[in-house]
Each structure stands twice: as C-alpha cells, then as structure tokens.
C-alpha cells in the first residue's frame, strides 16, 4: 500500500512564504513523477508545480518565479517552496505522484489527503 502525507500548510499574511513536503511510503518501486496541485473553494483542482517523468518540472504560469518544487529521491519526497504569497494562492494543496508499487503490474496515480494554505491578513 503507498501512502502520499504531506505536512507544512498554514496561515501566512501576503508576502509571505510556506514550505509544504510531501513523503511516499509503502512498497515503492519506483516513483515515476511527482508534484503538486490545488484547488480552491468553487473552482477545479489545478496544476502547481510537478516533476515529469523525464525529470524536467513544469509550472503553473500564476506561480513561475515565486514557488519552486524540489526533490529528495532517496526520501521519495518532494517539496514546495512558496515565496511572494498571495491571497489567491490560498486552496487545498494536494500532492500527486504516479508510482510503481511492488507487485504491481502497472503504475498508479496516488493523491495525498491535501493541506490547507491560507494567505491572509
């Protein structure tokens, strides 16, 4: 069974910045991408910043040069630096990642169980 448990959302005034990470656990082969969406209230749930299966990250145009997505292979986690925030950065944060598991005889798209970011004063 994997796991995807991200950790570090929070309230923080405009301007400020956040750290969210995000670890796989279970019986993991291989993690094929990984990365970050989000959805706010009313709307659909977006791309953020994520790690292609080739290795290359892709971002969304609202957070290109504010937010930057890391990663720690042997941790199987990623990361998500966020700077400059604004109030409509505020959503659910969910973290992805296609994984294959052990046993299994095809990858899968796992999602964590989302982390609340509030920009606010």
């Known amino acids: 069974q994997v796991q995807l448990v991200e950790s570090g959302g929070g309230l923080v005034q405009p301007g400020g910045s956040l750290r969210l990470s995000c670890a796989a656990s279970g019986s993991i082969l291989s993690v094929i991408a990984m990365g970050w969406y989000r959805q706010a209230p009313g709307k659909e749930r977006e791309l953020v910043a994520a790690?292609?299966?080739?290795?290359?990250?892709n971002y969304a145009d609202s957070v290109k040069g504010r937010f930057t997505v890391s990663r720690d292979n042997a941790k199987n986690t990623v990361y998500l630096q966020m700077t400059s925030l604004k109030p409509e950065d505020t959503a659910v944060y969910y973290c992805?990642?296609?994984?294959w598991g052990a046993g299994a005889y095809s990858s899968y798209d796992y999602w964590g169980q989302g982390t609340q970011v509030t920009v606010s004063s």
């Open positions: 992805n990642a296609d994984i």
């Open positions: 790690f292609t299966s080739s290795g290359r990250s």
